[in-house]
């Protein structure tokens, strides 16, 4: 943060992490973003702390982007939720 960055690359920043320690971080993200004006891209699995933070998003299924749009776009997405959720005829 010394030099003043404008992009953050962020790979995994809540790994590992519990709820208190998501949180805290997730109040840090934000801060740099509203305060210091960074934009930050984040490669994360967590996707409540995801739809929450982020004003875009891309969805990545084994590779390859299936979706990308704000976060009301992507929770509604068919080819999210059939990623993510499975379909009918993989259910047992």
């Not at 690359?9 to 740099?32: K, R």
């Not at 976060?71 to 259910?91: D, F, K, R, S």
């Amino acid at each position: 943060m010394a030099t003043q960055p404008e992009l953050l690359l962020l790979d995994e920043p809540l790994t590992g992490m519990n709820v208190e320690e998501i949180e805290t971080m997730l109040a840090m993200i934000t801060a740099l973003r509203e305060q210091k004006g960074i934009t930050c891209i984040i490669i994360e699995h967590n996707l409540r702390a995801v739809m929450g933070l982020c004003d875009r998003i891309a969805v990545l299924n084994f590779g390859k982007k299936i979706a990308e749009g704000a976060p009301g776009e992507i929770v509604e997405n068919q080819a999210v939720m059939e990623a993510y959720l499975g379909t009918e005829e993989n259910v047992t």
